[in-house]
């Protein structure tokens, strides 16, 4: 016989999404199904549970990003009277600690923790036979409403032979026991950019091939401050380079590039590529058709409210496309988990406020913004202003001699902040109360009002915002009250 269960809510991945889709609900009271094809996989009851942010993504990232923030600081201590020397650096080390971290927090995503809390996981293959019915290897799932958190996986682009040469991505990058001779970098996104100056800190040589600019969609200014971090320190950026073909060698891969039409063709060899091409979203073998959803190789079409086609049936995270403004981070996909619950379950329609949402780069210098670009904000209010303050001109970058870098906000002829962009130190912290202003509407004004601690970086918000007074004094009203109150004593 077949089983039939009917859920409240029916939710298909088990990433940073349907996760919090599944926990919110539940702690509802509501009635979940998860599936996850992974669970209970490669790691006893935790498995595939968290999916790419967890295992391959964001946590691994930013483990080895800490191991090489550790390795760049023995080597640039002279400044500050500490002898500066050649760190050694061991991989196998390094990655025990890249998969200790991994453990340390995969338990608060584990199939036992999600039982716990009264969600059924079933650790099989999702497919929809019609617009109401789920098959999970023999167990039908009749939702009231269906969520679809699939997510998804790094693009190898059409080379020529690169399918055929062993490359890395970031699935598999964090598996390296032995540090790369020379690393070759498809890609100037975030995760090209940030894996590159990793390797390149912790000893490797890197050379990263980027056929537009680096850090494409980027404030261009900001880009440019990660940018000349990276050459800075030794990594070969290449931007407007085409790599033509790859083919195996016996110490590594070889790469034939051309640096624009016209130009002659290069050859670089190099003992490991990493492909850091984008992703594209998991959206096979899932029945879509049957179920009345639409999707391309951008995604799963959905609107404003994240629902697709088929009203029954949301699409979130990764996998999502169209109303989700395509911002493919982890935060935004928590975002899109709380709203969901809220019409899925109340009927409490909310839609996505792609505008606060901040996106960020983990380079050193981080470079962060929320809100419209310099071009956007001048296109929706001719009149609007840029607010900018230099990182040099703190003196905590003084202190801690790390001058370069900016902020620069974008705010509308009434003062409202329309968008921010920071490249500096710490700017995934510092873009929190930009990103405030932009949810609540805030003026420019509101934040200079702020008392900030000194000497810290968050004086950098502070030093932006108090640029928006500045044409006051040049008000005539304000001056003749200055010059009234003068004669007043």
């Not at 079933?122 to 799932?141: E, I, N």
Request: with cysteine; net charge positive; hydrophobic share 45%.
């Amino acid at each position: 016989m077949t089983d039939t269960l009917q859920p409240d809510l029916c939710v298909v991945g088990a990433g940073a999404a349907g996760l919090s889709v599944a926990a919110v609900a539940a702690s509802l009271g509501a009635s979940v199904v998860l599936v996850e094809k992974s669970a209970g996989s490669g790691g006893g009851d935790i498995g595939g549970m968290g999916g790419e942010c967890l295992h391959t993504g964001c946590v691994p990232s930013k483990s080895v990003i800490a191991a090489a923030a550790h390795a760049h600081a023995i080597r640039a201590g002279a400044p500050f009277g500490v002898a500066a020397q050649e760190p050694r650096v061991d991989y196998a080390v390094l990655r025990a600690h890249v998969r200790g971290v991994i453990a340390d927090i995969a338990p608060n995503d584990s199939v036992e923790r999600y039982r716990a809390m009264g969600v059924t996981v079933l650790p099989h293959r999702a497919l929809f036979l019609d617009r109401g019915t789920l098959d999970v290897a023999g167990t039908r799932v009749r939702a009231r409403r269906f969520v679809l958190a699939t997510g998804s996986r790094p693009r190898v682009p059409d080379i020529p032979g690169l399918a055929d040469v062993p490359h890395l991505t970031n699935e598999t990058v964090f598996d390296l026991s032995e540090r790369p001779r020379r690393l070759l970098v498809i890609g100037a996104g975030p995760v090209g950019m940030e894996l590159a100056q990793a390797h390149a800190r912790l000893g490797a040589a890197v050379v990263v091939l980027s056929r537009g600019p680096a850090l494409a969609g980027q404030d261009p200014e900001v880009a440019a401050v990660a940018a000349g971090a990276l050459r800075a320190e030794g990594v070969d950026l290449r931007e407007g380079v085409a790599v033509l073909s790859a083919e195996a060698t016996a110490d590594g891969v070889r790469l034939r590039v051309r640096a624009g039409a016209g130009a002659p063709e290069e050859v670089l060899e190099g003992s490991h590529v990493l492909v850091a091409a984008g992703r594209r979203p998991t959206v096979d073998d899932l029945g879509l058709e049957a179920a009345g959803v639409a999707y391309d190789a951008s995604g799963i079409r959905v609107d404003a409210r994240l629902r697709t086609g088929n009203r029954r049936i949301y699409a979130i995270g990764d996998c999502a496309t169209g109303g989700t403004g395509d911002l493919r981070f982890t935060h935004a996909a928590s975002q899109h988990a709380s709203l969901v619950v809220r019409d899925a379950l109340f009927r409490l329609p909310a839609k996505l406020d792609t505008a606060a949402i901040p996106r960020v780069v983990y380079t050193d210098p981080e470079i962060a913004s929320v809100g419209l670009s310099e071009a956007e904000a001048f296109r929706r209010d001719a009149k609007a202003r840029i607010l900018r303050w230099p990182v040099g001109e703190l003196d905590r970058a003084k202190a801690e001699r790390r001058p370069h870098g900016l902020i620069k906000a974008f705010v509308g002829r009434d003062g409202r902040v329309l968008g921010c962009a920071i490249a500096a130190p710490h700017a995934g912290e510092l873009i929190a109360p930009w990103t405030l202003a932009l949810a609540e509407g805030l003026k420019a004004r509101d934040l200079a009002g702020i008392v900030m601690p000194y000497p810290t970086w968050s004086e950098l918000t502070k030093r932006a915002a108090v640029e928006d007074l500045r044409p006051l004094a040049a008000n005539p009203w304000v001056q003749r009250w200055r010059r009234l109150m003068r004669r007043l004593g």
